[in-house]
């Protein structure tokens, strides 16, 4: 990669990173002030939407630290001058015009193809 490329995805990673982390904390809260305890007030239904909630709130940020994980492991390639970042399913180098276009992703063109192929055809079974 270019030290161009290289400055370039280090900061958008940088970014994304701070961004979750803030997320990740306001999830937290959110998660604290909704439940459990608000949970036992209130007819059933309002019980199962304040669990729906919940388990949205929790599931989110759980996606969210996973992604966090990833962007702190791309970044710490980064810091170790890797001169490649490789791919989490085969290893092979990604494409340095993929992470131009999408620094944080995990996967090379040709693995995220064919596992885009997959859910694809997966969810229209």
Same mark, same amino acid.
């Not at 982390?21 to 998660?31: Q, V």
């Not at 459990?36 to 630290?65: C, M, T, W």
């Not at 990833?70 to 399913?89: F, G, K, N, P, Q």
């Given at each position: 990669?270019?030290?161009?490329?290289?400055?370039?995805?280090?900061?958008?990673?940088?970014? $994304?990173?701070?961004?979750?982390?803030?997320?990740?904390?306001?999830?937290?809260? @959110?998660?604290?002030?909704?439940?459990?305890?608000?949970? @036992?007030?209130?007819?059933?239904?309002?019980?199962?939407?304040?669990?729906?909630?919940?388990?949205?709130?929790?599931?989110? $940020?759980?996606?969210?630290?996973?992604?966090?994980?990833?962007?702190?492991?791309?970044?710490?390639?980064?810091?170790?001058?890797?001169?490649?970042?490789?791919?989490?399913?085969?290893? $092979?180098?990604?494409?340095?015009?993929?992470?131009?276009?999408?620094?944080?992703?995990?996967?090379?063109?040709?693995?995220?193809?064919?596992?885009?192929?997959?859910?694809?055809?997966?969810?229209?079974?």
């Amino acid at each position: 990669m270019t030290a161009q490329l290289v400055k370039q995805v280090k900061d958008t990673l940088t970014e $994304k990173r701070a961004m979750l982390i803030a997320e990740i904390a306001d999830l937290a809260t @959110s998660i604290d002030e909704c439940c459990p305890d608000v949970i @036992s007030v209130g007819g059933f239904a309002d019980q199962a939407s304040q669990v729906e909630i919940h388990e949205y709130l929790i599931n989110r $940020k759980r996606v969210s630290e996973e992604e966090l994980i990833r962007i702190e492991a791309r970044l710490s390639e980064i810091a170790s001058e890797v001169d490649e970042i490789h791919c989490v399913v085969c290893g $092979k180098p990604i494409e340095p015009d993929r992470l131009g276009i999408l620094p944080g992703t995990p996967l090379d063109s040709a693995c995220a193809h064919r596992l885009g192929a997959n859910n694809h055809n997966h969810n229209h079974r």
